[in-house]
């Protein structure tokens, strides 16, 4: 096994030197725990690299890439190198890879002052030509240079990690953003789409769309996010104000609650059709379900979101208005079993309405203890007389008894303890 002090010794013997870059760097000044390493060597030829590692794996192919094994981890080895736009998107760049270039070239290159450091090795002495450090320090996110706007989905990732980070962003940096617009209207959806999955896997994933919408960014990149500014709603219900504010909140309050990106995209999502309401409607939102499994399918026709996305948005969009209003028990257990054949988990499922209404009904609390109790009825204890589609008739009306005696045995021992507590005062 090739360690790294290795690995460096053989870089250097042919002349090179090697540095470590990337978000393993810029969370070792955080304070954070830092992930996987990626290295940078400059002033050594490609081929030399080849000679010295032969094991070594190339994969990249607008520019030298290569994963190497060091201290038995499989690392990305990037060779120092200059960019000059030449055209349109992530794809119109003209890239130099050879020795001369120099790491204060490469560093320049980079998006972000807390992405611009390196440290060099093996002396562990850090290279800050851009001001990284000061700007982790101050929990800011301030772009290197103009060429931040060369890659326009560079404003995403910046609004992505002031979400993840908790950093605020430089005013010039959104002006960057801003700039992209144009050209983000243009980028490839499945790389809108990566950032979004990022951002929801962050510890407040409102800060990411806050961000886009202050740089004007949000309706090229999510449009139907945007259709909900302004989208006013009752007072009485929701004091936070209009619709997208509200989704903000509901969203944070899932990520607070669950880990699953699931739940949040469908936090997210749940409100929907309200920006499609018709002006006159509001500040009512009446069948706002209907109309956003409408721009669900839309959003997914111009995306192609993940197929459990998808499926999951839409019971939940379906579900969210009438899951805490239903108190018929036939009802009641029909959404039990479907949320439970869901893509949603159940933990899942109730994270969400209670996102969106701050509470949740007695069957939704105990809906694990219930269903397990449903489940003890099955279609072998159907009398043999009956046949066919009645069997599944039999056991629905048997399922629905056992929510019923549970519902009776809560309500009798919510009763029983109110009057011992009164009867001890």
Known sequence: MMTENEFVRKVRDRGGRAFLVGGWVRDQFRGEAPHDKDY???????????????????????????????????????FARREYKAGSGYRGF?????????????????????????IELPFGRCLDYYGGRKDIRARRIRAVSAHFCEDPVRALRAARQAAAFQFSITEETIAFMRSCRDELAQEPQERLLGELKRALQTEKPSVFFEMLRRADLLSV????????IGRTQPAAFHP????????MMVVD????????????????????GKGTTPRDMEPHHYGHEQRGVDVLQKWNRRMTLPRNWMQGGVFLIRQHMRAPRLTKAGKIV?????????????????AVIRA?????????????????????VNGRDCPREIRGHEVGKWLLDRQICVYRDFLVREVSGRNIDKSSESSYN
């Not at 990149?221 to 909900?228: D, S, Y």
């Open 40 to 78: 940078m060597i400059s002033g050594m030829a490609e081929s030399d690299f080849a000679a010295q590692f032969p094991e070594a794996r190339k994969v990249g192919r607008s520019f030298p890439v290569y994963l190497v094994y060091i201290d038995g981890k499989e690392c990305e080895v990037a």
């Open 253 to 272: 309050q899932v990520a607070k609650d669950t880990p699953s990106v699931l739940a949040r995209f469908c936090g997210l999502v749940h409100d929907l």
């Open 94 to 118: 003209v890239v130099e890879s050879d020795p001369s270039v120099t790491v204060e070239e490469d560093l320049f290159r980079r998006d972000t002052t807390m992405n611009s450091l390196a």
């Open 356 to 376: 969106d209404h701050h509470s949740l009904p007695i069957y939704l609390e105990r809906a694990e203890e219930i269903i397990e109790r449903m489940h003890t």
């Open 240 to 247: 936070e104000g209009d619709a997208y504010c509200h989704t």
């Open 221 to 228: 990149t999510f449009p139907e996010i945007a259709a909900l």
């Open 334 to 350: 029909r959404l039990l079993l479907d949320a439970e054949r869901s893509v949603l988990s159940l933990s899942e499922f109730c």
